[in-house]
């Protein structure tokens, strides 16, 4: 039996290829994104290929009543809601010093609260249903330190408290919640840079991210098609923590059994700077969420 999905973020990245590979496994897909015009194309690609369907929406994460008319309305459609990807957000890093609360504002608005919108939305249905999967999407910064990072890192630490504590809460409900901590994956928001409607960081100016993501990640970014399924791969399995690739499960092996070991790395690494220079001039453990594109701040 097909299952009625939504994937926010779902235009580009890791997003697309989670609607790929639901669309493969015939699933029925509706791409959330705020680029309305690109989750149509995509969508349009992914119904031609089957055996699945994809729909799309134009949706801006941060309005919740938005997030909710698209939850809702399909499950009106369809009859109900089996997953639910909360996957849309931004990556945004630099120097504390350096960052306005502008930076702070949006990254909170898009990649917690965001979240958040799409947790009110989904989790009360599926209650009444008595059945559904939240997946969200974190990242490895969520379970490691991260400096250059502060804000980033702030919204997926809380992601992955919020995903642990409703999963234990939902799991007597017949609700499902597994979140996503990925390492360094190959999607565009490497290459987006500082959102062109928030203030320049001067650290970040002429800083190739993708290079540094890369050098973070042990020379080599992993692919967001081989992400989605290990993603699926997790969900089958109902894990509540799926970390990926296999270096970055390693990294949190070892955060978890000596914190103050990986601090002092993290420490020195982030005093040498990416340049050597001393200064942290750029995020380290690299931004994996999706999508760097939405408007600007209400």
Known sequence: MSRVAIVTGG???????LGTALVRRGDLVVLADVDGDAAAQVADQLRAAGPGTATAAAVDVRDADAVAALVTGTAERHGRLDLLFNNAGIGIGGPAEELALAHWDRTL????RGVVHGVHAAYPLMVRQGHGHIVNTASLAGLLPSPGSAPYATTKWAVVGLSLSLR??????GVRVSVVCPGGVDTPILDKGMPADLPRVPSLEGVDTRALITRFSGGRLYSADALADDVLRGMDRNRAVIVAPRQARVM???MRLSPSLVLRVWAAMAARGPGGSGTVRAPAPAPTAEVSREPASR
């Open 11 to 17: 235009a580009s990245g890791i997003g697309r290829a």
């Open 252 to 254: 949190w092996r070892l």
């Open 168 to 173: 234990a809460e939902g799991a007597p409900r």
């Open 109 to 112: 608005d898009v990649n917690l």
